[in-house]
């Protein structure tokens, strides 16, 4: 497959993707070793480009870091008409209906994409546009926060591709759409 | 620890235990070898008693089977003042608030309890009653249903103490609470 819809996100047991005050604290309470990054770097390197959501550029906007993709960003909002000057050239505003998004992401010859954010995900899911789901889930239940899933008009089939465990308590699961899903 | 409380239960990737027509086929979708039983015989066995709720219990008498248990079995309602013939001597009708239903059952010296049924189970967890949870995760996004979590007061951390992978496809994670939940 050239065209690729990818998720890499990290979930509480109770599948929020971050805590009630929209913290992420609790993606660090548990120690990695240096140099363990649990297969970002593997998959960073094989998608093209990355689409998320307004909110979650916004949010990577306010942490207190560099820009961390080397990849491009697509940011996909229908009120931004703009970014700020830090951000120009780092990311292209797209807007619209997702299959037409899609068509002038794939026309830049970006096809395989890291679709990240928990609103984009659902709306991704929702249509059916979500090929591999590599879900690393943290042992806490959270309780409340932003959900990573969220209604869907059909239930979809993965295929478990591999399941492994970080650091003795992160267990990470990558899933493939099934081509039978109904 | 001489008492226990442990959820042995299946969920889609998005958290739903039943889909939205409160129906299980899904977890038959995946052929299982005979004989396998992903540990339910082994965990059954290490439980003194089960306690579930009504509508679990109502669940379960829906289905066109003997009944499936041998440990004794308690149903908390608050509404049910007694069961139908078929089930007298099968099940204790328990109710009240969950400390003093929990010193009822372990004063019968029924100490290490499977607690069974997504809402008995997020009142267990919403008081921070829940020691272990073997969670069963089956490779589909259901998109709607009945929740396994819902809202808790605080976040709870767990220890992962096993994860295993069944039939190449269902990962079963084995969960404890962690002492230092917070």
Same mark, same amino acid.
């Given at each position: ?10 979930? +509480? ?18 120690? =990695? ?28 906007? +306010? ?17 931004? +008409?703009? =970014?700020?000057?830090?951000?120009? $050239?780092? =990311? ?14 794939? +026309? ?9 954010? $928990? !609103?984009?995900? !659902? ?20 309780? $409340?926060? =932003? ?8 239930? !979809? ?14 267990? !990470? ?10």
């Amino acid at each position: 497959m050239n065209k690729m819809n990818s998720v890499f996100i990290a979930t +509480s047991i109770d599948g929020y993707i971050s805590d009630r005050n929209e913290g992420l604290d609790w993606l660090n309470k548990i120690k =990695v070793t240096e140099g363990e990054d649990m297969g970002y770097g593997a998959f960073m390197n094989r998608v093209d480009a990355l689409l998320m959501g307004r909110r979650t550029f916004e949010k990577i906007c +306010s942490f207190d870091m560099d820009w961390p993709y080397e990849k491009p960003v697509y940011v996909l909002s229908n009120t931004l +008409s703009e =970014v700020s000057e830090a951000y120009k $050239g780092k =990311v292209h505003l797209v807007k619209g209906e997702l299959k037409a998004v899609l068509a002038h992401i794939h +026309s830049k010859n970006h096809l395989k994409l890291y679709i990240d954010g $928990g !609103q984009l995900i !659902q709306s991704f899911l929702a249509k059916n546009l979500i090929d591999e789901m590599i879900i690393t889930t943290m042992p806490v239940l959270l309780g $409340g926060g =932003v959900r990573l899933f969220g209604h869907m008009p059909e239930e !979809q089939w993965f295929t478990l591709v591999k399941s492994t465990v970080c650091m003795d308590q992160i267990v !990470q699961n990558h899933y493939k759409r099934s081509a039978d899903s109904i």
